[in-house]
């Protein structure tokens, strides 16, 4: 992935006055296949990954006399709000490497819109990272950093980065965009239920397995014949992410799988009309669980100032 570097609009020293906000969205592995181990323990992976229109956490950021970190959202409760946090990391990481090219970097408040669930499959994390390093170096009026600090955040924060159809190969770090990948309309369902990645990749029994295809033309079809090979060792874990799966297709969904390691599912609709009655139905039946639709294809970047 090369460095697309871009410097942010420019501030004037009052600006705490000022709030520079950016919407992070969910990202979603339409497919997810494992394909390999490095002698690291790091797995390698194929994904096809877009991401949501209108779903998603949104970050918030203004220069202040010293840095603040605040959360607000329904799943702002149980967040860390320690150095263990992505934002707070990638707040870090972002101003020693600015730091050591002697750029300013002010202390800031940034806050945290947390609207999706925690460790749920759908890059909450990875993305709130993303958003705080566009806002930051907007509001620091730096250029975007080089993608291993990115990737020093996460495997899947490279990808958040970019916010486009995508297919990411290795531990995320080797990324191609999907050119002409159609908008996708989806509903998003979590059964509120907790996923251990570590546990699954453990209970994974082949880790070899053959990787994505590159003819998309019928995408549809495309994903129907691949997977996401984590799925049948979560649905050992969770066995409610076999419930949602069959809830979708119940409901009408063309094709219902698992994103990344859970225990969020997607399911894809041939409309947003009918994503949105599917939603309906799904919050009837299942009051508890978080449910969504959406649709993908949109760009982020854009940054909002208030």
Do not use: W, Y
């Given at each position: 992935m090369k460095n697309t570097a871009r410097t942010g609009p420019s501030f004037s020293r009052d600006a705490a006055r000022h709030t520079l906000t950016l919407?992070?969205?969910?990202?979603?592995?339409?497919?997810?296949?494992?394909?390999g181990q490095r002698a690291d323990g790091y797995h390698l992976l194929d994904s096809i990954v877009v991401f949501a229109d209108n779903a998603g956490d949104r970050i918030s950021a203004s220069l202040e006399n010293t840095d603040q970190f605040t959360l607000s959202g329904p799943f702002a409760e149980g967040l860390e709000v320690d150095a263990g946090n992505l934002v707070l990391k990638a707040r870090d990481t972002l101003r020693s490497a600015l730091n050591a090219r002697d750029l300013p970097c002010p202390p800031v408040h940034i806050h945290l819109e947390k609207n999706l669930?925690?460790?749920?499959?759908i890059g909450g994390?990875?993305?709130?990272a993303a958003a705080t390093l566009k806002v930051l170096t907007s509001l620091w009026n730096s250029g975007l950093p080089d993608p291993q600090l990115a990737l020093s955040l996460g495997a899947d924060v490279p990808m958040c980065l970019i916010s486009q159809p995508l297919l990411a190969r290795g531990i995320g770090e080797d990324v191609q965009l999907i050119k002409e990948f159609p908008a996708v309309s989806l509903v998003l369902v979590n059964p509120m239920?907790?996923?251990?990645?570590?546990?699954i990749f453990?209970?994974?029994t082949n880790k070899t397995n053959p990787p994505i295809g590159s003819d998309l033309s019928d995408w549809l079809k495309a994903l129907h014949s691949q997977r996401n090979d984590l799925q049948p060792p979560a649905?050992?874990?969770?066995?409610?992410i076999a419930t949602a799966c069959a809830a979708l297709?119940?409901?009408?969904?063309?094709?219902?799988?698992?994103?990344g390691s859970g225990a969020t599912c997607f399911g894809i609709f041939p409309s947003i009309h009918a994503a949105r009655k599917a939603e309906s139905q799904l919050v009837d039946r299942y009051p508890q669980w978080y449910v969504t639709a959406t649709t993908t294809g949109a760009s982020f970047d854009h940054i909002h100032q208030a």
């Open positions: 919407f992070a969205p969910a990202k979603i592995n339409l497919s997810l296949h494992v394909t669930p925690i460790a749920s499959g994390g990875s993305a709130d239920k907790s996923v251990s990645t570590p546990a453990t209970a994974l649905e050992i874990c969770v066995p409610e297709m119940d409901f009408g969904a063309q094709l219902a799988r698992m994103s």
